[in-house]
């Protein structure tokens, strides 16, 4: 069974600090690894999608980079706002036609 | 393009009745997944379709559970009987051609509540 595991389940961190998730994953056979936001109550907001080709991708504020020999991916968030609370989740595909997902960090910057 | 669209939002409902959830991909979106997220268990992958035609069900929970999709914009999620262990946010996504391989859109979810 694959699995995907980030930790930590929740963060705080106070305003301006610049931060990083992790995501980690059981099988190196990756070959995609999608970043998603969810705000309470709402659905999935999809951030940056790495191929298994690629190193890290970049949007704004947002870096995510992957390590396939090690099975990790990290989301790097750079000067955080309080707009940026809310709960990170990395799904992974191994080839299939689907997604497993981790089940999240709880991110909460304070003003 | 308006994106996933699933209704109802929020549904309400008694043990025992049956519960239709409804999703509209988008637009040219050749790939529909249908997820359940609950506390415990977090997000789990229930069904997904290509081509309006269901690939992999083994997500799904029971056979009181039952996805379709006759068309390419509108597919249904229909739970009869429904259990109070069936509360949960119910989520529809869609993608383009290569299914995973591409990146996945969410719906709003609906929320769904058994009394």
């Known amino acids: 069974k694959q699995e995907v595991t980030q930790i930590p389940a929740a963060l705080s961190v106070p305003e301006g600090e610049n931060l990083v998730l992790n995501c980690s994953f059981t099988?190196?056979?990756?070959?995609?690894l999608q970043w998603f936001r969810q705000d309470p109550g709402k659905g999935l907001t999809s951030l940056l999608l790495i191929q298994s080709s690629q190193r890290e991708q970049t949007s704004g504020r947002l870096n995510a980079s992957l390590d396939k020999s090690s099975g990790r991916s990290t989301l790097y968030i750079a000067a955080s706002q309080p707009g940026d609370s809310a709960t990170y989740l990395c799904?992974?595909?191994?080839?299939?036609?689907?997604?497993?997902f981790g089940t999240g960090t709880s991110l909460t910057v304070i003003p | 393009d308006a994106g996933v669209i699933q209704s109802p939002r929020h549904e309400v409902t008694e043990m025992g009745q049956e519960v239709t959830l409804r999703c509209k991909p988008i637009s040219g979106h050749d790939y529909l997944f249908w997820y359940r997220q609950t506390m415990m268990r977090g997000l789990e992958l229930l069904i997904y379709?290509?081509?309006?035609?269901?690939?992999?069900d083994s997500g799904m929970p029971e056979d009181r559970f039952s996805a379709k999709m006759p068309n390419a914009s509108f597919s249904t999620l229909k739970i009869q009987p429904s259990e109070p262990r069936d509360s949960a946010v119910y989520f529809c996504?869609?993608?383009?051609?290569?299914?995973?391989?591409?990146?996945?859109?969410f719906g709003p979810g609906t929320r769904l509540t058994v009394l």
């Open positions: 799904a992974v595909s191994f080839g299939g036609n689907q997604f497993y």
């Open positions: 099988d190196s056979a990756i070959y995609n």
């Open positions: 379709f290509n081509n309006n035609v269901p690939i992999d």
């Open positions: 996504a869609s993608s383009l051609r290569q299914g995973a391989r591409d990146e996945q859109f």
